[in-house]
DNA sequence: CGTCTATTTGAATGTACTCAAAAGCGGTGG
DNA sequence: CCACCGCTTTTGAGTACATTCAAATAGACG
């Protein structure tokens, strides 16, 4: 297992010596998916925080007519996971599969929660990841109220650059909102490429 | 001041005996708005968290174009801030307004430190009100992937049930992202009344 | 090479916006 | 108490944004 992109994602906000660091991954698990592969099923519990060390995942909603809204993606150096099933061990409303063959380290409750008691400096590790996350959605908010799927666009590749190469368009579609026919229509109107 | 309400607010995540109450109490200050005042400029430091006891309050964001956009509404019992600017000490980028006359008890950062510092379970209880806001915030955007404004309309009077004859129209449209003139055909069309 | 899925294209339709004007409502001052 | 002023809501017409449906084309994979 190559746990050293976890460790400088960690260290990133927190400040960890060897002996703290081994005792976090001595309960990681290691898991490769293919691509299309499912993570997390819709109705099941929810029981890891996966980070992704290679590849691709996405976290989706399937409403009543069947179609799939994706709410986040997630690539390398990127935490995912339907947090609410996670936290209070009810059934996912998110599926996760993966659009790429994907590495995934993962984490359990049960075990996050003994590393935070041993080491609290993960507890504050956990409530920055959520505040980040936190701001990002709220930023996502003001741009559905106050952009044309167009300007969406367009930010989606400033914040993901790349991602329009790797991930099939209508991925990207349903991540911002609108049909994927739409988003044909926008990228040739504009001749983006 | 009447600090009932903000207690049994404190109580419905945390367990609290009296004289911890009494410490977190001693920090807060209490501030009364007429309707249209501002209890937050953007670009200024967001100094408090505002826990509101009576009347409504609206966290809005200004675009290039001077078309404001709600990004929150908080009515009795709720709390809001610019949380990004609260916790890390940046100006702000939303603004806060009351619409109706509204009394407000604030608490500041440093004071939050200290009750969190001397009475650890106030740290779980922000983590609690950080999560609740973040789901809240996952199922707006949601409903903005998949459904229509109509729907989001309904949506909104079940999730608060009055809120339309409290506050203007204009303020749920840009609430909901549409224009006040497309709400009020909506609601010609559904005769919602 | 054939099959399956993704993307493009076009036409018709629906959803939401802009602009403009009229009507309604609430507060203020005389 | 009434008249006026300013702001909100309604209404209508025209336009722009985005979807649906259908069919053609292009790519990916076994």
Redesign the interface.
Known sequence: MNSDPIVKNLLKSIVLDQSEIDYFLSFLGEVTVKRREIVLQAGDPCKYQNFITQGCLRMF?T?RKG?E???AFAIEDMWMTD??SY?TSTSATFSIDALEDTKILQIEKASMKKVCDKIPKF?RLF?LM??K???A??L???Q???STAQQRYLYFRKNFPGMEHRIPQKQIA?FL?ITPVFLSMLRRKEAIR
Do not use: P
Request: hydrophobic residues 45%; neutral net charge; charged residues 15%.
């Open positions: 909603h409403d179609i809204h994706i709410v947090l609410y936290l507890e409530r959520l505040q996350a936190f701001f959605q709220q996502r908010i003001m559905h109220l106050s349903s909102g």
